[in-house]
């Protein structure tokens, strides 16, 4: 750990050294005379705030000498009037603060330096998520910057029990993550568990933001692929988690904050459940289980069924693929699979100008072109047209994603062992979700097990907003 000095000289060549001052463009460094003492700053162009920068360098260059200013600290007392201040020794904090967007000023005579955070990161509109659109209610967004995240939580929740944890993540990045909880509702062994795990991420680098810090969060099952952190982008959903006693994690550069503890079965869970009338939203919630057990069963079941032919004789016989087929019925379900897939990236990598259009476009073509071909039956179109579009009937894409695996796994077990693969692919997902263990909680099947009647209840139906349900 290395410290100023009250040699001005080398603390300045030390910081130019060290920030890249005549390496980097867009470090800013200027010489300034401050009551006649020699004084430097450093900032990062685009960081700073230009308008206040300004104001307090027009205020500096004014001051006739600088008395009553023995230490840095006193100093800031005396003559810098941005409340955002700290004066610091340590060199290497010092550097990451630059490096964070804050203004490092340097005076001769001391031996600490001052940090001012007038900064002002580039951020877009809190417009609303693309994912998790509601018909009734708030649309903003979380962003990428945290202080702005952290306002649009405030703005719900004006109580002085709302605690925002700040904790620093990362060798490289030293990445901003915020813990989010009510203090008088929050499970404190929750909490430290939580805590503990943020304080003990051994990562270089918080690259991919949310994602590096979950990973590294969690024990790793790369076997396994339920997902294991429920995320939102919509302030009001996580508003309402920490109005429950949940947490809430946010991680700067990132618009997508966790959700824990995260468990199977509020997967099902989803704003617009709670912006229409209890009944509708309880109808909505179930028809989101249907829908979750359909996309999971109903090809493989298909299959299974029309893999022989005597299956479908009596009263099944609307099953029945009714032309003949050369390309055998497994390696055309695989191959509908990898076309909803592959329009997905293309749509996804796609201008926004041209995604609508090529993707209705190239469904139409690559649809009516492989039943024309012999490659596909009409029932295998329609069978992955309903789950392609099922899939979007649930606001997590991890959780789609992991169905699909999981239902290629059935498609491959019936194909290889006919009941007995269906009956053991069953097992096999039952298996992954007794064993997925998520980053913190009761278990990944509660309230099924360990088993709570009342929560249990609560996930089935949309019960009234009241003082205790959020």
């Not at 620093?168 to 509702?185: F, T």
């Not at 909490?191 to 795990?197: P, Q, S, T, W």
């Not at 796609?350 to 072109?369: E, Q």
């Amino acid at each position: 750990m290395e410290y100023l000095s009250r040699d001005y000289e080398s603390n300045v060549q030390r910081f130019n050294d060290l920030l890249g001052t005549e390496r980097c463009f867009d470090m800013i460094a200027r010489d300034l005379c401050i009551g006649n003492r020699r004084a430097r700053i450093w900032t990062i162009d685009g960081y700073g705030d230009d308008e206040v920068i300004e104001r307090m360098i027009s205020f500096w260059l004014s001051l006739p000498g600088v008395p009553n200013a023995e230490t840095m600290q006193d100093f800031i007392a005396h003559y810098v009037t941005f409340s955002e201040v700290n004066a610091e020794k340590d060199v290497e904090k010092a550097i990451t603060s630059v490096f964070l967007g804050k203004l490092l000023l340097l005076v001769e005579g001391y031996d600490a330096c001052a940090l001012i955070d007038a900064k002002s990161f580039p951020v877009r509109s809190v417009e609303e998520p693309s994912s998790g659109k509601v018909l009734r209610g708030s649309h903003d967004g979380f962003v990428e910057t945290l202080v702005t995240n952290a306002a649009l939580l405030r703005r719900r929740i004006r109580d002085p029990q709302l605690t925002l944890e700040g904790h620093r993540v990362s060798e490289k990045s030293h990445a901003d993550v915020v813990i989010c909880y009510l203090e008088n509702k929050v499970d404190r062994d929750l909490l430290e568990e939580i805590r503990r795990k943020v304080d003990a991420i051994d990562a270089r680098s918080i690259s991919m933001s949310q994602e590096s810090v979950a990973e590294s969060m969690m024990k790793p099952q790369w076997w396994n692929p339920l997902p294991k952190v429920r995320y939102t982008e919509r302030p009001d959903t996580a508003t309402a988690c920490i109005m429950e006693g949940d947490i809430v994690v946010l991680v700067d550069n990132s618009p997508a904050a966790m959700l824990l503890p995260t468990h199977f079965f509020d997967f099902v869970q989803e704003a617009n459940d709670f912006y229409f009338p209890p009944l509708v939203g309880t109808y909505l919630r179930v028809l989101r289980y249907v829908v979750f057990v359909l996309t999971l069963f109903i090809t493989p079941v298909w299959y299974l069924l029309v893999k022989d032919p005597s299956r479908t004789e009596e009263g099944l016989h609307f099953l029945a693929i009714a032309g003949d087929y050369e390309v055998p019925l497994l390696a055309q379900l695989l191959l509908a699979e990898f076309i909803v897939d592959l329009l997905k990236l293309a749509s996804l990598n796609t201008p926004s100008v041209f995604s609508n259009s090529f993707s209705m476009i190239g469904a139409l073509v690559l649809g009516d072109f492989a039943v024309q071909a012999h490659w596909l039956v009409p029932e295998v179109l329609a069978y992955m047209a309903f789950v392609a579009i099922a899939n979007f009937a649930q606001p997590s894409y991890e959780l789609g994603y992991s169905f699909k695996l999981l239902r290629l796994m059935l498609l491959l077990l019936v194909g290889v062992g006919d009941w007995i693969g269906f009956v053991a692919g069953c097992l096999i997902i039952v298996l992954l979700l007794a064993t997925t263990k998520p980053i913190a909680g009761k278990g990944y099947l509660y309230p099924l097990c360990p088993f709570n009647g009342k929560k249990m209840l609560s996930l089935l139906i949309r019960r009234p907003i009241g003082r205790d349900n959020t």
